[in-house]
């Protein structure tokens, strides 16, 4: 991936080298797009992937009137997971292993047939959410984020029950529970460990049962 004079380089805070350094927009995508989805899927669907990371790209840079990144503020990203998800190549040499040229050889193609694509809306960049599985319907921005977005409406969908991303289990330990809602189990004995009862109740759902 060479570089070009159309290239728009963007100031990105390293995490690993605790510094902010100059990088292509264009360069980042595929790293950014290989964080974001299953490799496995179908090169359309790794485009499309690729105008979404160019648009959240765009509309945090500050040289598009962006607002950059909000914890290092020098910075118009960074790639601690704050901004945005980001792969290195160390990394995704180690996860692909010999499958590693042709699944890169796929990002590269995705970034280059889509280059200088982005979403807008009303001749402005969007915020480009997106679900690896809506759980059978996106939802409306203020039922989410508290403030009504135009674009971002509920929309029913039946496709994402063949996604890999469809039913996902987390195990989390007592410690976690309480760390994460700020609470205190009390323990009934040393065999059985903490009380939960009581903890979880009265789950609601919305029509399409989220």
């Known amino acids: 991936m060479n570089d070009s004079k159309d290239d728009v380089l ?5 995490n690993r080298l605790d510094k902010i350094v100059k990088k292509s927009i264009e360069k980042l995508i595929p790293h950014i797009v290989a964080a974001q989805i ?18 959240l790209l765009i509309r945090k840079a500050k ?8 914890k290092y503020k020098d910075a118009d990203i960074c790639l601690g997971g704050h901004c945005i998800e980001y792969i290195d190549m160390e990394n995704l040499k180690e996860a692909w292993g010999k499958d590693f040229e042709k699944n890169w050889n796929k990002l590269i193609k995705a970034e280059e047939d889509t280059k200088k694509l982005i979403i807008t809306f009303n001749n402005k960049v969007i915020d480009p959410k997106f679900h ?3 759980g059978g319907s996106t939802e409306n921005s203020e039922n989410v984020e508290n403030h009504k977005i135009v674009y971002l409406r509920k ?8 996604s890999p991303y469809w039913s996902n289990i987390k195990d989390l330990s007592i410690e976690e529970i309480e760390e994460k809602l700020g609470i205190k ?19 609601e759902r919305d029509e399409n049962g989220r």
């Open 155 to 162: 929309v029913l969908c039946d496709n994402c029950k063949e």
């Open 10 to 14: 963007i100031n990105v805070y390293d």
């Open 38 to 55: 299953n490799i496995d899927f179908e090169l359309e669907v790794i485009k499309v992937q690729s105008i979404i990371a160019r648009t």
């Open 132 to 134: 690896r599985a809506c």
């Open 185 to 203: 189990l009390s323990r009934t004995s040393p065999f059985y460990g903490a009380n939960i009862y009581g903890i979880i109740e009265e789950i």
């Open 63 to 70: 040289i598009f009137g962006g607002e950059g990144c909000i």
